[in-house]
């Protein structure tokens, strides 16, 4: 994939959104990981274990928080994605503005 340099000085006015976006997407990597852990720990202890409902119940809340967590992060990563791309595309937009008015009519 080939990403136009002149395409990409207009990011630097987004930073923060950038970052966070990143950032969501790394976070929501790991805590995939750890829902799946927290699920197979789950299924593990009923199926292999013989674990009752009483049992699981710090496991199943564990894996609700996770789940919440993994929610909350993705959701702030498509707020940042969609907040990053608005500004971007204003910067073109006024960009793309002013070099037609300095061309004139």
Not at 35 to 55: D, H, K, P, Y
């Amino acid at each position: 994939m080939l990403i136009n340099r002149r395409l990409l000085q207009y990011l630097r006015a987004g930073s923060l959104p950038l970052l966070l976006t990143i950032l969501a997407g790394v976070g929501g990597g790991v805590l995939i990981l750890l829902q799946a852990r927290s699920l197979s720990r789950v299924i593990m202890r009923v199926f292999l274990e013989g674990a009752n409902l009483a049992q699981m119940q710090p496991l199943l809340g564990g894996l609700l928080v996770v789940m919440v967590l993994r929610a909350g992060a993705a959701l702030l990563g498509e707020v940042s994605a969609n907040s990053l791309a608005v500004q971007v595309k204003e910067a073109l937009r006024s960009a793309l503005t002013g070099r037609l008015f300095q061309l004139g009519p």
